[in-house]
């Protein structure tokens, strides 16, 4: 049977190899554009631990099959299941049977701040590799690793402003861009290329489609190279720097208001995301392609 004959169940929506000391882990749900549903998240979670348990590995990969990185959070496709238990890797209670802003609290807390920062805390070197849009939850999947490298093409985006919620989950923006930056790429839910991307520091290098995989796997071995311990040492001194300044804490007041804003758009609209479904989301980032 095709793949395109399966239904999603049937597929691997995550993959993972090893080759030469290098992990890749590979989103695969290019249909969706790699949008990620709760399924998904904890398959990558999977794979992230598996990849960090493995002596032979030295460099973890992330990447996207097909057109884009990733889409985002799953906001509206069939394979959305938000109201599913899962098996959880952090220490929060079950969300599935709770009420009001308990249910969504929970569940990011586990499913997007706690695995964020699971992943960003990996004792190896990550890259990940972006090609096409990088949008809203796409952005933390980039941002947890270590180093971006993207195609010309790329472009990142968090338009969550319009639904009336200050940026997604895992709030490292002005970490990733200067706080001016940050408030323009926020305030006005523009697209980035990765050329300004690269300017502005978040990217450290842009690539082409046709030779994204060769210049990461290029990167990756000579990271591969450097001792093990040396590169866990050397990561765990930057992030803490990052700590210092005020990451974690900031993030954890950002998460806080970011429910605030859920709670207020059910009250006010009966909708946690403000009426903005996957489809009409779309529909306006769309529009910049006309601009």
Not at 12 to 41: C, W
Not at 77 to 96: E, K
Not at 244 to 271: C, I, P, Y
Request: aromatic share 8%.
């Amino acid at each position: 049977m095709a793949d395109k004959q399966k239904t999603e169940t049937e597929i691997d929506i995550v993959l993972y190899s090893v080759a030469e000391g290098v992990a890749t882990i590979t989103m695969n749900r290019p249909k969706y554009h790699n949008a990620q549903n709760g399924r998904m998240t904890y398959e990558l979670d999977a794979a992230f631990q598996r990849a960090a348990s493995d002596d032979e590995v030295k460099v973890i990969v992330l990447k996207g099959n097909g057109k884009h990185f990733s889409a985002g959070h799953d906001i509206g496709t069939p394979g959305r299941d938000i109201n599913d238990s899962q098996d959880r890797v952090t220490l929060w209670y079950d969300h599935a049977n709770k009420e009001g802003g308990e249910f969504l609290y929970a569940r990011e807390a586990e499913a997007y701040l706690g695995m964020c920062r699971r992943w960003r805390d990996i004792p190896k070197p990550t890259i990940a590799a972006v090609q096409g849009a990088c949008i809203a939850g796409g952005l933390m999947l980039a941002w947890v690793c270590d180093l971006i490298v993207a195609t010309d093409d790329a472009f990142f985006s968090d338009p969550v402003v319009r639904m009336g919620i200050p940026g997604v989950e895992y709030f490292a923006h002005p970490f990733e861009l200067n706080p001016r930056i940050a408030k323009e790429f926020l305030f006005l839910g523009d697209r980035m290329s990765a050329q300004r991307a690269e300017q502005m520091g978040m990217v450290n290098r842009v690539s082409t489609r046709e030779t994204l995989d060769a210049d990461v796997g290029a990167m990756a071995s000579k990271i591969a190279s450097m001792p093990r311990l040396g590169l866990a040492l050397t990561k765990q001194a930057i992030n803490n720097v990052e700590d210092l300044q005020g990451k974690r804490t900031g993030m954890d007041a950002a998460f806080a208001w970011h429910h605030f804003a859920h709670s207020h758009n059910e009250l006010v609209s009966g909708d946690k995301l403000g009426g903005f479904d996957s489809k009409k989301m779309a529909q306006e980032n769309k529009k910049q392609d006309k601009t």
